[in-house]
């Protein structure tokens, strides 16, 4: 039991505050890698891999967790004192929560969408329900490569490109891109995410970004999308 001493000094303000803080404020923080940085070789380089999650990833880590704590603080302030300007404000942290907060959440899945060949990569079992879905509607694997690789060669800029199942449409599967670290919303399923910003691919590809696109289906995670295919898991 705590004396009364305990209980006094857990109601100071300062002890308060920081207590409010530490359960607001938890931060987001990279995801451990299912496999080491150079396992994705030949078709994706472990420098690649290295730079991609450890500087790219991590400066989305980082934004999205200023960007939630600036909003927590201008959401205070305009509590108390309703401005023009802390709108603003909360309107330009807003771009950057989406930004950064998308830039978080679509690598988080596009490292998921990864496997190394040794593992497995690459290869999509023919009896998952994933694999009638693509056989139903594209015809083979291949044909949906084809259509994806078209979707990620329209990206221009940066951007990605997105297997989904799409819930308002019967769980039917769709080829979708989306531009800079925008993601797909509402009732689409992501499967898998494929990144075609230049960070993923430059130093190995250089300007050849098509060879990249066709090579990345070597080490696919047909398995982690087949398990979302089945759980309408986001």
């Known amino acids: ?3 009364r001493s305990s209980t006094t000094l857990l109601k100071t303000p300062a002890v308060r505050l920081l207590a409010s ?4 404020r938890t931060k987001v923080t990279l995801p451990e890698l299912d496999w080491d940085f150079g396992a994705l070789e030949p078709h994706i380089s472990g420098q690649i891999n290295e730079l991609h999650y450890s500087k790219h990833h991590q400066t989305y880590v980082n934004g999205f967790n200023t960007a939630v704590e600036q909003l927590q603080d201008l959401s ?3 509590a108390k004192e309703p401005s023009p300007s802390i709108a603003r404000e909360i309107l330009q942290v ?3 929560l989406k930004f950064h907060g998308g830039g978080y959440t679509n690598h988080c899945l596009f490292w998921k969408s990864l496997l190394p060949e ?4 690459g290869q999509l079992d023919g009896n998952s329900a994933l694999a009638k879905a693509i056989t139903e509607q594209y015809g083979t694997v291949e044909a949906l490569q084809v259509s994806t690789n078209a979707a990620l060669a329209g990206v221009q800029g940066s951007g990605w490109a997105w297997l989904v199942k799409d819930l308002d449409n019967g769980g039917k599967l ?3 891109k989306t531009m800079n670290q925008d993601t797909v919303t509402g009732k689409k399923i992501p499967l898998l995410a494929i990144d075609a910003w230049e960070h993923a691919y ?3 590809y250089q300007n050849k970004k098509v060879d990249y696109f066709k090579a990345i289906w070597n080490v696919i995670n ?3 999308a087949a398990r979302r295919y089945d759980t309408n898991s986001a």
């Open 202 to 204: 430059y130093l190995q």
């Open 118 to 121: 040794s593992q497995g990569g």
């Open 222 to 224: 047909w398995k982690e």
């Open 21 to 24: 803080r530490t359960a607001v």
């Open 76 to 78: 205070a302030q305009i």
């Open 174 to 176: 769709e080829v979708v």
């Open 94 to 96: 807003q771009q950057n």
């Open 1 to 3: 039991m705590l004396s």
